[in-house]
């Protein structure tokens, strides 16, 4: 064989080899060539994965013509049907109609039941979107919806035609609204529909959330089996909306509004969350099974919110206590167990001329200026103690990490590199004085 028929042959093959290679390109290659030209197809939306050489899959959406019959519909679902099929398939496709996206299925049975649930909810006028898939369980679909209007209401709407829908009596329904509503009766982990339980009936849960509703200026809210979280217009109604949620037995129930970030009579000092809620001195609070956290708070202001915390009976039973906010335009936060905030706390007016600031269980850090160190020292080493990490940074830029050790202080090799050393230096002579 000559050689130019050598380097023919070569190439040919290196040719081929490249394409196999691309795998997920060649499938979506494949599937738009086989749709072009398809009726009642607008666009193809299909990519290839190439996950391994030699190795990959495609995925993607076939965009049908608005206003595309059903029957005609069905019938390109039927093309595509065979390019979802088997144990490890070839194509991830979705059918998108008027709005409205449909998991394309192996099993006719389960097509059929999704483009008849399908008819039914893109000719509502109450959605943005709406996603059909298919979950566990025999022929459960799967409807996820954006609501353009009240999603309780689109909800009940959803439900009422998955009941008229054959193959879709079981099905979860999810529907958002913007960023703060949702309704969902089945199991809140929708990035993986496959997994979702059956649904299960709301209709207890949400009647009672009508009636909060219709007594309470509710501005978000998020319903789900078992579990129920508002977000008041106003701080005051917290106890109130509470109450009423709780009129619906099994389940949980978690309140915000105004100052209150995260409330509920479940948790530990709910008592003192609504207090500390009135004081003008802080900005936000909450309690949770990770302690109380009071935010907003200025650091002349930090003792008195303590006293007021430290006042109620039910703080000694917190795991933790947190206070942050600002001293002098900077931040700083303070927090440790009950039995040792309050050093932390009465140590912050004078910690505040070192801030940004932080004096908690794994930090005591501070901000300052190479003339201020010596006074700085004053104030945080009777605090360090012996073997507690302490981080001192400066206005230039430096940052000195050590461990102190009475009146030594220890430094790591790496603590001691030479552009820090100004500081390092200051802050050994203080200490050491």
Not at 294 to 299: H, Q
Not at 300 to 326: C, F, H, M, W
């Amino acid at each position: 064989m000559s050689t130019r028929a050598v380097v023919m042959a070569l190439a040919i093959v290196l040719i081929a080899s490249s394409c196999a290679a691309n795998r997920g390109d060649q499938l979506a290659d494949e599937l738009s060539e086989r749709l072009e030209g398809v009726d009642g197809i607008e666009r193809i939306e299909v990519g290839g994965n190439n996950v391994l050489p030699f190795a990959g899959d495609a995925s993607g959406t076939i965009v049908l013509e608005d206003g595309i019959s059903t029957a005609r519909a069905a019938e390109i679902t039927a093309i595509l049907a065979s390019y979802v099929s088997g144990e490890s398939p070839d194509y991830e496709l979705t059918l998108e109609m008027d709005r409205v996206d449909l998991q394309v299925s192996p099993s006719e049975e389960s097509n059929a039941s999704g483009l008849r649930l399908l008819d039914e909810v893109r000719q509502r006028t109450d959605l943005d979107s709406a996603t059909i898939a298919y979950g566990a369980g025999s022929q459960a679909c799967v409807v996820e919806a954006e609501a353009s209007a009240d999603p309780v209401a689109v909800y009940d709407g959803l439900v009422a035609l998955r009941a008229a829908t054959p193959g879709c009596e079981r099905a979860g329904v999810l529907v958002t609204y913007g960023e703060g509503q949702s309704v969902t009766d089945a199991a809140d982990h929708w990035e993986h529909a496959d997994t979702l339980p059956e649904a299960v009936s709301m209709t207890e849960p949400i009647a009672g959330l009508r009636e909060i509703r219709d007594r309470l200026e509710v501005v978000g809210y998020a319903i789900r089996p078992g579990a129920l979280t508002l977000e008041m217009s106003r701080g005051e109604d917290v106890v109130a909306a509470a109450e009423l949620a709780r009129k619906t037995s099994g389940q949980q129930v978690s309140v915000t509004g105004g100052k209150i970030s995260a409330w509920s009579q479940d948790v530990p000092a709910a008592q003192v969350v609504l207090d500390l809620a009135a004081l003008s001195s802080v900005g936000s609070v909450s309690s949770d099974d990770r302690g109380l956290q009071i935010s907003g708070v200025d650091a002349n202001d930090v003792v008195a919110v303590y006293q007021q915390v430290a006042r109620e009976p039910e703080a000694a039973g917190l795991r933790r206590i947190s206070i942050s906010g600002t001293a002098k335009d900077e931040r700083y936060q303070v927090a440790g167990a009950p039995d040792v905030v309050a050093e932390r706390v009465g140590a912050a007016p004078r910690l505040a001329a070192y801030a940004p600031f932080s004096f908690t269980d794994d930090d005591l850090s501070v901000h300052v200026t190479i003339d201020e160190v010596s006074d700085m020292v004053e104030v945080i080493k009777p605090l360090a103690g012996f073997g507690r990490v302490v981080t001192v940074r400066d206005d230039q830029g430096r940052v000195v990490t050590f461990r102190s050790a009475g009146d030594e202080i220890e430094v790591s090799e790496s603590g001691r590199r030479e552009e820090v050393r100004p500081l390092l230096d200051a802050v050994w002579r203080a200490w050491q004085g």
